[in-house]
């Protein structure tokens, strides 16, 4: 079985196509789905998923949840199992922002690509990716980076990352110790109060894990 999450307008054969129903879209007028879901409640039978793909909506996701997302993928995967990501890469995008030479158009262009489209309460970006952070993602979480391709299209950068399952999958408990070992290191210090923040993090971590890693 083979999964393509939040598919919108393009259907891949040979995969359950799932997006949102008509209804949470703004501007899509039809729909190609095979199901309709949210991406945060699916849950899979352990090792039964060959491969979970998702292009430009991983990033609509808070990091707490697209990890913790990750991790319950991992959970589905069968040994080698495939994610395959596709989404704005951050760090080139901002670098047309910041470029002086390049149009007001095209910044603009840049500054939405980065931060989202806006016309819907789902249509924003929660985080910056990059090759370099996608990797510490993947291998913090038991995946084994297989191919990284940078592409361009306009004014916009993007990044894909195609990886697989390299470990067994851990505990519940081990994966929660791994995602508070992941996500401090988004933390500016060790003060009481960044410490306070970690552990709201772990806690929206550990909430998104207890809906989708598998049973």
């Not at 922002?97 to 924003?124: C, M, Q, T, Y």
């Not at 191919?147 to 993007?158: L, S």
């Given at each position: 079985m083979k999964l393509h999450l939040g598919c919108g307008q393009v259907y891949l054969e040979g995969y359950v196509n799932i997006d949102y129903p008509l209804t949470k879209h703004t501007v899509q007028q039809t729909s190609v789905a095979d199901e309709f879901a949210d991406l945060t409640t699916l849950r899979y039978k352990a090792g039964s998923v060959d491969e979970v793909r998702m292009h430009h909506v991983f990033e609509h996701f808070p990091r707490t949840v697209a990890s913790a997302m990750l991790a319950s993928w991992h959970s589905w995967l069968k040994p080698r199992g495939v994610v395959h990501l596709e989404m704005p890469d951050f760090d080139e995008t901002a670098k047309i922002?910041?470029?002086?030479?390049?149009?007001?158009?095209?910044?603009?262009?840049?500054?939405?690509?980065?931060?989202?489209?806006?016309?819907?309460?789902?249509?924003?970006h929660y985080d910056g990716w990059s090759d370099t952070r996608l990797r510490?993602?993947?291998?913090?979480?038991?995946?084994?980076?297989?191919?990284?391709?940078?592409?361009?299209?306009?004014?916009?950068?993007?990044?894909?990352?195609?990886?697989?399952?390299?470990?067994?999958?851990?505990?519940?408990?081990?994966?929660?110790?791994?995602?508070?070992?992941?996500?401090?290191?988004f933390n500016v210090d060790d003060s009481e109060t960044e410490q306070r923040i970690l552990k709201i993090w772990v806690n929206d971590f550990t909430d998104q894990l207890n809906k989708t890693f598998a049973k």
């Open positions: 922002v910041l470029d002086h030479r390049a149009s007001e158009h095209d910044r603009k262009v840049a500054i939405r690509h980065i931060f989202g489209s806006n016309e819907a309460p789902w249509a924003v510490d993602l993947f291998e913090a979480f038991g995946f084994k980076t297989d191919k990284i391709e940078k592409t361009a299209f306009m004014a916009t950068r993007n990044i894909t990352i195609i990886g697989y399952k390299a470990t067994e999958t851990p505990n519940k408990a081990e994966v929660i110790e791994t995602a508070k070992k992941y996500l401090g290191g």
